[in-house]
Nanobody, 127 residues
Framework: QVQLVESGGGSVQSGGSLRLSCAAS????????KGWFRQGPGQKREVVAA???????RVADSAKGRFTISQDNAKTTVYLEMNSLKPEDTAMYYC?????????????????????WGLGTQVTVSS
């Protein structure tokens, strides 16, 4: 059974930084695309960034220059480093995974492309 567990959320002031982690267990596939999504109150879930098993990354325009996605050498944990946070970054952040060889464009466009999801971690940025 695949489990994705997010951690690292919290409350920060505008301009601050946070590092989110997504630990995966029970994932037996050799290949994957793992993504970070966020969903603010009353908003649609939107992708932030994605990384595949080969290390290829994609970052949404809203996050470019501020957010970085990475993974550990064991490829069991994916990180989202968030800098220069803004109040509009306030949202529940979710980790997702799908057994595929690379993060094609659909993985940066559609939450439905992902098979497995975590329960999320809350990020709140105050002005």
């Amino acid at each position: 059974q695949v489990q994705l567990v997010e951690s690292g959320g919290g409350s920060v002031q505008s301009g601050g930084s946070l590092r989110l982690s997504c630990a995966a267990s029970g994932y037996s596939y050799s290949y994957y695309c793992k993504g970070w999504f966020r969903q603010g109150p009353g908003q649609k879930r939107e992708v932030v960034a994605a990384i595949d098993s080969a290390g290829g990354t994609r970052v949404a325009d809203s996050a470019k220059g501020r957010f970085t996605i990475s993974q550990d050498n064991a490829k069991t944990t994916v990180y989202l480093e968030m800098n220069s946070l803004k109040p509009e970054d306030t949202a529940m952040y979710y980790c997702a995974a799908d057994p595929t060889s690379m993060c094609t464009a659909q993985y940066l466009q559609s939450p439905t492309a992902y098979r497995y999801w975590g329960l999320g971690t809350q990020v709140t940025v105050s002005s």
